[in-house]
């Protein structure tokens, strides 16, 4: 493995991870909410639409942060080689997966170790080493 020295930005990402944390303390302490985006997501489709406005507010400031990044950087290029149906079959077995583990990423990973919760660690440890398993199958068993 090689370290691409000219584009590692320790100092971005150290300000970003500390956002993330300040803003998901700062959700809870003032919502009593964890910022778990599937769950999140998930409660626009239910029945409750008294708390649909933080929900959509949430998602809209989301999808607007890039938006207004772009207004003072360039954007990273991203590349995808990967076709459209595999994309789309992995986007299924991600979600399909966030309601068996009862959450995603961000609620287990970032709101739910902070609060020492075992099912989130244990639900972390899933999701990292099944990443770690299927790397080292694509990359070094299949050779791609």
Do not use: E, K
Not at 30 to 49: D, E, H, P, V, Y
Not at 84 to 93: F, H
Request: aromatic share 10%; with cysteine; proline share 3%.
């Amino acid at each position: 493995m090689l370290i691409d020295w000219n584009n590692f930005t320790p100092w971005s990402a150290l300000a970003g991870g500390a956002l993330i944390g300040v803003a998901t303390a700062l959700f809870i302490l003032l919502n009593g909410r964890i910022a778990g985006i599937t769950g999140i997501i998930g409660g626009l489709f239910t029945s409750r639409i008294h708390d649909a406005g933080w929900r959509l507010a949430f998602i809209i400031g989301l999808i607007a942060a890039p938006a207004i990044w772009q207004l003072f950087n360039q954007l990273p290029t991203v590349q995808i080689d990967a076709s459209n149906s595999l994309l789309v079959i992995a986007g299924l077995i991600v979600g399909i997966s966030t309601r068996y583990g009862s959450g995603c990423t961000s609620g287990h990973g970032v709101c739910g170790i902070s609060r020492l919760s075992p099912r989130s660690i244990v639900a972390t440890l899933a999701f990292m080493g099944t990443g770690f398993l299927t790397v080292f199958v694509v990359r070094h068993l299949l050779g791609a």
